[in-house]
């Protein structure tokens, strides 16, 4: 079973309708991530959670809000969707670093498609 | 502003050869650097890492170079191999204030002829 599962893997939704993406990892990770991928701009990130009472905002969060439901579920809201929050989302997980630096895990993504 | 640039869309080899990805960044408060390959239809997955104090890292047939006075890093495979056709991203890291979030490449999305 793969450790972090995003749901759905696909939408296709309306401009004004709100839609949620949920994550959910069994890593056992505090640290979560929502990015969205664009093509020729690479992942950026949307919003971050570094345990459930700790959310903080990324370089693109406006039209998006997260909710950390436990340590193991993060979930990305569109509250109205528009057309160019038409993307690939992914979310990722990672574990407090030790002397080492922290490395992210993602999941398989959900590719959104606003009409 | 772009902090971690990309600047080759794609890259052809052959099997075979040497496929060097090349990765430029403009803050020097960076300490780490990794990348991730990705294919179609799944999450990226982490590949290679490299911290500042460092500048050679080496996993089987993937290497990463950093030159921290250019600001440039860079990914070797050797030799290629057509699995291992796929789009690589490079992040880079400040850790401190912000907490070890990662600045993502625009990707190069690598093909391996066999």
């Known amino acids: 079973d793969a450790d972090v599962t995003q749901t759905p893997r696909n939408r296709i939704t309306k401009t004004g309708k709100r839609i949620m993406l949920e994550c959910s990892q069994t890593k056992g990770h505090d640290r979560m991530y929502w990015y969205r991928q664009d093509p020729g701009l690479g992942l950026r990130l949307i919003y971050y959670s570094f345990d459930v009472k700790d959310i903080n905002k990324g370089e693109i969060s406006d039209g998006y809000s997260v909710s950390r439901q436990a340590q193991a579920k993060f979930s990305l809201s569109l509250e109205s969707a528009i057309p160019n929050q038409t993307a690939l989302y992914f979310c990722a997980t990672s574990e407090v670093p030790g002397q080492g630096q922290e490395t992210q895990y993602f999941g398989p993504g959900t590719r959104l498609l606003v009409l | 502003d772009q902090q971690v640039k990309q600047n080759s869309p794609s890259l052809s080899v052959q099997e075979g050869r040497i496929s060097i990805l090349n990765c430029d960044y403009t803050?020097?408060?960076?300490?780490?650097f990794l990348w991730y390959k990705k294919y179609p239809a799944e999450g990226p997955t982490f590949l290679i890492s490299?911290?500042?104090?460092?500048d050679k890292n080496e996993d089987g047939r993937f290497t990463v170079f950093l030159n921290k006075s250019a600001k440039h890093l860079s990914l070797h495979i050797v030799p290629s191999q057509p699995g291992d056709s796929a789009v690589y991203f490079c992040?880079?890291?400040?850790?401190?204030?912000?907490?070890?979030?990662?600045?993502f490449g625009q990707g190069t999305e690598l093909s391996v002829k066999p």
């Open positions: 490299i911290s500042s104090i460092k």
């Open positions: 992040a880079a890291s400040v850790w401190g204030n912000q907490g070890g979030k990662l600045i």
């Open positions: 803050n020097s408060m960076f300490d780490y």
